[in-house]
């Protein structure tokens, strides 16, 4: 990732921000954590349905 810092009013070359493997760690903990979360709401789903499926005994 790089600054392209002539947009800011600023000349001369860009600037490396990040490292690439910084970059793709970050990118992997956000897939990892959009995974685990569809995953939770996954199974939030399911356990909801199945219980409102089950008859309460009186």
């Known amino acids: 990732m790089k600054r392209w810092s002539g947009t800011a009013g600023f ?10 493997r910084l970059t793709n760690a ?10 685990t979360l ?5 199974v939030t ?3 909801s349905n199945i219980s409102m499926a089950t008859s309460i005994p009186a």
Do not use: D
């Open 38 to 42: 569809w995953l939770v709401v996954a």
């Open 11 to 20: 000349h001369g070359r860009p600037a490396p921000v990040a490292s690439s």
């Open 26 to 35: 970050i990118a992997t903990s956000l897939a990892l954590g959009a995974l």
């Open 45 to 47: 789903l399911l356990a």
